[in-house]
């Protein structure tokens, strides 16, 4: 692959490269196509981040998916049939079956694909010819333009295409093209050459919350403005998509990001100017509130495989109710989901929010990295007292208090995680979130035992649910009654690991390793 300027037309290149080489010829292959390509990825990028990009391409009335690897092999490809093209943004059980769709769907996951860039391209192609006239090799020239995400022109980008039994020749003729004056070998594929010239990156995900980049002796105040202006970024970011309902991640990660907010506000509020986190944290509550019954819905129906196949006495067939139960349930969910998120209230928060944030300045003496030192110390002794105090005999609210507490140190630490050696970071928090993951098998399950009673009584108010449906229901439940046992089981074990000297040491270090401006606290 090569990157031509401006300048690399066809007949400049016939002119240039038979400069280089009197026993070499060029010969037109003919009238150039136009090519319409889709790039298509989820919109965290999940496919580019295995390797791989996926490009619906049509020419000449047919269209087809390619995806390859993201040094440009081909892995598989896929001929759509005719009739009207694939609607994006769409999962990737709704492509055509197949190894394509198989290897699609693995690194997709539950994600929906959608497209992240469009370009159309006029692409003709020259026959290089050796002294017998005999085609050694085949020069793709590709003028693209791109259409999405901005209008953009890309720098003509050449192909050479060896013909077979050629290849030394042809390597003489890739080589003499490459010397040429604004010719160099390209290294980004057609996507990120696309993307580049609309001045973007593959791989780039605002809706996700991340650790915003600190500096130890930052005002805490502005640090903590930084650290929620980039959430509220995320929640904005994941906005449209949860509207949209593309697919569940955009609510999933939308609904962390007001959860880091919250507890952001909680726990280092007294660093923001005072008053402004007892405004704002009622709103962010209600926000919260507004996108739980969808989400613990979303969780059901993700689940429901899983549960139809679990089952031993009942058949799958059983579950159906349930399921439409479930889908119903979700569907009302969602229209009060987004008339909440669509109305006055909830454009009012964020808009005032954003300019609340932009008005903080820095204030007092205490530092970004003494902030991160008190809370962080703080918020690990209250999780530790917390879970030294239940035992066998403790009921499973005792449980849910503690892995509240592990979620806010948890948060802790990550938004402050730009803060640390990213290893030491890493080791600090391993034994917490075993400790998170075994509470949250118990909590889930606990959850999922009483929402499943209280669907059974409502599909049973005013309805007539087939026996052999309540039954499977009730198998549902035993099963999760047996994995809450099994999580309450290991809960010591997890504990203790995290309770211990070492887990101990590590997480404390975190505070004490936040910079030498600790002292400046005032």
């Not at 604004?182 to 593959?202: C, K, M, T």
């Not at 993700?302 to 549960?307: V, W």
């Amino acid at each position: 692959m090569l990157d031509g300027g401006a300048g690399a037309g066809s007949h400049v290149l016939q002119t240039l490269a038979s400069a280089g080489d009197d026993h070499l010829g060029w010969e037109n292959g003919g009238t150039a196509r136009t090519i319409r390509r889709t790039w298509l990825d989820t919109f965290d990028w999940r496919l580019y981040r295995a390797g791989l990009t996926l490009q619906q391409v049509l020419r000449g009335g047919q269209a087809e998916l390619v995806l390859a690897s993201r040094d440009g092999d081909l892995v598989a490809t896929e001929r759509l049939p005719a009739g009207p093209r694939p609607k994006w943004p769409a999962m990737a059980a709704q492509l055509p079956a197949g190894t394509l769709r198989d290897a699609v769907a693995r690194a997709a996951g539950i994600r929906a694909l959608l497209p992240v860039a469009r370009a159309v391209s006029s692409v003709g192609e020259l026959q290089a010819l050796n002294e017998d006239a005999k085609t050694i090799a085949r020069l793709a020239v590709d003028r693209m333009a791109v259409t999405y995400p901005a209008r953009a022109s890309v720098p003509a980008r050449l192909t050479l295409l060896p013909v077979r039994g050629y290849h030394g020749q042809a390597g003489k003729v890739g080589r003499a093209i490459g010397s040429l004056p604004g010719v160099s070998a390209g290294a980004d594929s057609a996507l990120e050459a696309a993307l580049a010239a609309a001045g973007a990156r593959p791989g780039e995900c605002a809706g996700k919350p991340s650790p915003v980049q600190l500096a130890p002796d930052q005002p805490a105040a502005q640090a903590m403005a930084a650290i929620l202006a980039s959430l509220l970024a995320a929640i904005d970011a994941n906005l449209p998509g949860t509207i949209r309902d593309i697919d569940t991640e955009f609510l999933h990660d939308l609904r962390v990001a007001v959860r880091w907010t919250r507890s952001a506000l909680k726990l280092c509020g007294d660093a923001l100017p005072k008053g402004l986190a007892a405004e704002f944290r009622p709103e962010f509550s209600w926000l919260g509130d507004l996108t739980t019954p969808t989400r613990d819905l979303d969780v059901f129906l993700l689940g429901y495989p899983r549960m139809a196949t679990s089952l031993v006495g009942g058949s799958e067939a059983d579950l159906v109710p349930f399921h439409d139960f479930l889908a119903d349930s979700r569907a009302a969910a969602y229209r009060r989901l987004v008339a909440g998120l669509r109305s006055a209230r909830s454009g009012r928060l964020r808009g005032t929010w954003r300019a609340a944030l932009g008005d903080v300045r820095p204030a007092g003496r205490l530092t970004v990295a003494g902030l991160a030192d008190i809370k962080i110390a703080a918020a690990h002794h209250k999780a530790l007292r917390t879970g030294r105090e239940i035992t066998p005999a403790s009921p499973a609210e005792s449980l849910h208090d503690l892995r509240k507490r592990c979620k806010e140190l948890r948060y802790l630490v990550e938004m402050f995680g730009s803060l640390h050696d990213p290893e030491r970071l890493s080791h600090a928090v391993r034994e917490l979130k075993a400790l998170q993951d075994c509470l949250g098998e118990f909590q889930d399950a606990d959850v999922q035992r009483a929402e499943i009673r209280g669907i059974a009584e409502q599909m049973m108010d005013g309805n007539r649910v087939p026996a052999q449906t309540l039954l499977a229901m009730g198998e549902i439940v035993a099963g999760l009654a047996v994995r809450q046992a099994r999580a309450r089981a290991q809960f010591a074990g997890r504990f203790a690991d995290f309770a211990g000297p070492a887990s101990r040491t590590r997480l404390a270090a975190l505070a004490r390793t936040a910079g030498p401006a600790r002292s400046s606290r005032a």
